[in-house]
């Protein structure tokens, strides 16, 4: 189906479909499925367009919709605050910045506070916040997945359990939970990390750099995709594959030097970095031993976060759609909602290559 009109394609299509409301009262309502081959739209549009009807359709004394849960569909959970890590917090802000933008355009509510684990907290206390972000009203609950250890990842996992057990649904925002080849057993909307380091990569190719290094950390499905999209591009262009890792459990200062110590004893001429702050240390690092950057080391990384743009030198990296992956994700529970017992879905979210200083001096930042 294709928009003629200034009103959103699934708006057009519940408009449209809306007639049929008195005669699905008796034959039940039809599946996304259905919908969405019957207009040739994607499942997400037709299932925004079914949610649509069905808030037109709810009864004026409020109850609640068979599945529903007695929740608004218009308030959600969002849980972001899982990891101790040294780059957490930045990568919490982006994020939470993504749901806020949300909440501003399109009126839905955002709790970013009822539902957290940064202290700590035993399973009880777990399924205690869980309730009472349903008994405020949320619909489903969104989460930012642990990477740092695999404690951390545990408690993701009694996050869940007590959402499944309070009845309501999840979708994981950025990575699947922690392990590298691990199944995917939720919905999960995550940025495009293939196509970020083979961007990355091949931008360093075409500048002429011939021993790019890739730095890769903790155990997630992001990295390590992230780590393929650079793989696919520097073994395709005919180049040596060099993989840094960064040391689990190390201070940052620990962290940054080291990298450098593998990136000079490598003689990498280019380090593509897992995370911009990362980036950052290691251009810090290597500017502290006298390595030049970018002529003799030119240093990217992911996410297009304030501290790249904080310095002389401007950081090279992959833009993470933050306020997309949240519109998205919303989406992607809506559908959810529809068919609670369809297979998990995964949503890739292309980002943007963002070319600075830092790899090439001609840039404008």
Same mark, same amino acid.
């Given at each position: 189906?294709?928009?003629?009109?200034?009103?959103?394609?699934?708006?057009?299509?519940?408009?449209?479909?809306?007639?049929?409301?008195?005669?699905?009262?008796?034959?039940?309502?039809?599946?996304?499925?259905?919908?969405?081959?019957?207009?040739?739209?994607?499942?997400?549009?037709?299932?925004?367009?079914?949610?649509?009807?069905?808030?037109?359709?709810?009864?004026?004394?409020?109850? $609640?919709?068979?599945?529903?849960?007695?929740?608004?569909?218009?308030?959600?959970?969002?849980?972001?605050?899982?990891?101790?890590?040294?780059?957490?917090?930045?990568?919490?802000?982006?994020?939470?910045?993504?749901?806020?933008?949300?909440?501003?355009?399109?009126?839905?509510?955002?709790?970013?506070?009822?539902?957290?684990?940064?202290?700590?907290?035993?399973?009880?206390?777990?399924?205690?916040?869980?309730?009472?972000?349903?008994?405020?009203?949320?619909?489903?609950?969104?989460?930012?997945?642990?990477?740092?250890?695999?404690?951390? $990842?545990?408690?993701?996992?009694?996050?869940?359990?007590?959402?499944?057990?309070?009845?309501?649904?999840?979708?994981?925002?950025?990575?699947?939970?922690?392990?590298?080849?691990?199944?995917?057993? !939720?919905?999960?909307?995550?940025? !495009?990390?293939?196509?970020?380091?083979?961007?990355?990569?091949?931008?360093?190719?075409?500048?002429?750099?011939?021993?790019?290094?890739?730095?890769?950390?903790?155990?997630?499905?992001?990295?390590?995709?992230?780590?393929?999209?650079?793989?696919?591009?520097?073994?395709?262009?005919?180049?040596?594959?060099?993989?840094?890792?960064?040391?689990?459990?190390?201070?940052?200062?620990?962290?940054?030097?080291?990298?450098?110590?593998?990136?000079?004893? $490598?003689?990498?001429?280019?380090?593509?970095?897992?995370?911009?702050?990362?980036?950052?240390?290691?251009?810090?690092?290597?500017?502290?031993?006298?390595?030049?950057?970018?002529?003799?080391?030119?240093?990217?990384?992911?996410?297009?976060?304030?501290?790249?743009?904080?310095?002389?030198?401007?950081?090279?990296?992959?833009?993470?759609?933050?306020?997309?992956?949240?519109?998205?994700?919303?989406?992607?529970?809506?559908?959810?909602?529809?068919?609670?017992?369809?297979?998990?879905?995964?949503?890739?979210?292309?980002?943007?290559?963002?070319?600075?200083?830092?790899?090439?001096?001609? $840039?404008?930042?």
């Amino acid at each position: 189906m294709t928009s003629s009109g200034t009103a959103p394609v699934y708006a057009q299509i519940a408009e449209s479909l809306r007639p049929r409301l008195a005669g699905w009262a008796e034959s039940g309502w039809p599946t996304v499925r259905v919908v969405a081959n019957e207009f040739k739209v994607s499942v997400v549009t037709a299932s925004r367009a079914l949610q649509a009807l069905k808030d037109h359709a709810r009864e004026p004394e409020g109850e $609640a919709e068979p599945g529903g849960g007695g929740a608004d569909p218009q308030r959600w959970a969002v849980c972001l605050h899982v990891s101790p890590g040294p780059y957490q917090h930045a990568a919490y802000q982006v994020t939470a910045a993504g749901f806020r933008d949300l909440a501003h355009r399109s009126g839905c509510g955002i709790d970013l506070d009822t539902v957290r684990l940064g202290d700590e907290p035993d399973a009880a206390t777990i399924r205690g916040r869980v309730r009472a972000a349903r008994d405020a009203g949320a619909g489903g609950l969104f989460l930012l997945p642990s990477r740092v250890s695999d404690a951390a $990842a545990r408690r993701d996992e009694q996050l869940l359990a007590a959402a499944a057990a309070e009845g309501l649904p999840v979708v994981l925002v950025e990575r699947n939970l922690r392990g590298a080849t691990r199944p995917l057993a !939720h919905d999960l909307v995550c940025f !495009h990390d293939f196509g970020g380091g083979a961007a990355l990569a091949r931008h360093l190719i075409d500048l002429g750099r011939k021993r790019i290094a890739f730095v890769a950390a903790s155990d997630t499905c992001s990295h390590v995709e992230r780590l393929g999209g650079y793989l696919a591009a520097v073994v395709g262009a005919g180049l040596p594959p060099l993989v840094v890792h960064q040391p689990e459990g190390a201070t940052p200062r620990q962290a940054y030097t080291a990298v450098a110590d593998q990136l000079v004893a $490598a003689g990498a001429d280019a380090a593509i970095c897992y995370h911009d702050h990362a980036a950052v240390g290691v251009v810090m690092e290597l500017l502290r031993r006298g390595v030049p950057v970018p002529t003799g080391v030119a240093v990217a990384g992911f996410y297009n976060m304030p501290i790249g743009e904080s310095f002389s030198i401007g950081l090279t990296t992959y833009a993470f759609p933050a306020a997309t992956v949240a519109e998205r994700a919303v989406d992607l529970m809506r559908l959810r909602l529809a068919n609670p017992a369809a297979p998990p879905v995964k949503l890739v979210v292309p980002g943007a290559l963002v070319v600075r200083d830092s790899t090439d001096p001609s $840039a404008v930042a």
